[in-house]
């Protein structure tokens, strides 16, 4: 079977131990977790956990199972990415001194659609939001202005069509 790329979206009350149980199935399968973002749903009281990973549909299917077997999940879902809309968010902190001396960098920036959020006398720190290749391309253009600190978020996504998951909950505590 073909490895692919796939979101899990899981939805679950956010308790202490959750997170390393739902990680230690992947670690028993020996599936590497490329992206984890953890958040308030659009549901009160319910978290909503984003797992990125590459690996065959079957192992996904196992993987969902195994995850809706933990008492606090409500629901867990899996996309492939163009069943979903994405993006990461990134954070570059670079000198100051870059900023005021060489121009070529303030072009980096606007070419990128890049945003500086900060300027202090030290540093000054970008803001970048979109797919992974466009924070890993501003991060190589970045580089040889001597980037201070590099941060990424995990991908954030929501599915193009509904999950159904208020739905879903309507039906539990009915």
Do not use: C, W
């Amino acid at each position: 079977m073909e490895q692919m790329t796939y979101t899990i979206s899981i939805y679950a009350e956010n308790n202490v131990g959750l997170l390393s149980r739902v990680s230690a199935i992947f670690l028993k399968r020996h599936i590497n977790i490329n992206s984890l973002n953890i958040s308030l749903s659009e549901i009160e009281n319910v978290s909503r956990f984003v797992i990125v990973v590459h690996i065959t549909e079957e192992q996904v299917q196992k993987i969902v199972k195994q995850i809706e077997k933990q008492i606090e999940v409500i629901k867990a879902f899996y996309h492939t990415d163009e069943e979903t809309i994405f993006q990461e968010s990134a954070l570059y902190k670079v000198s100051s001194k870059s900023l005021f001396e060489q121009r070529h960098i303030q072009n980096v920036i606007k070419k990128s659609h890049a945003n500086i959020v900060t300027v202090n006398p030290d540093f000054f720190v970008i803001e970048k939001t979109g797919f992974r290749e466009e924070t890993e391309q501003l991060y190589n253009d970045l580089a040889p202005f001597g980037l201070l600190q590099f941060v990424r978020s995990g991908r954030i996504s929501v599915t193009k069509s509904a999950m159904e998951i208020s739905h879903i909950l309507k039906e539990l505590s009915d």
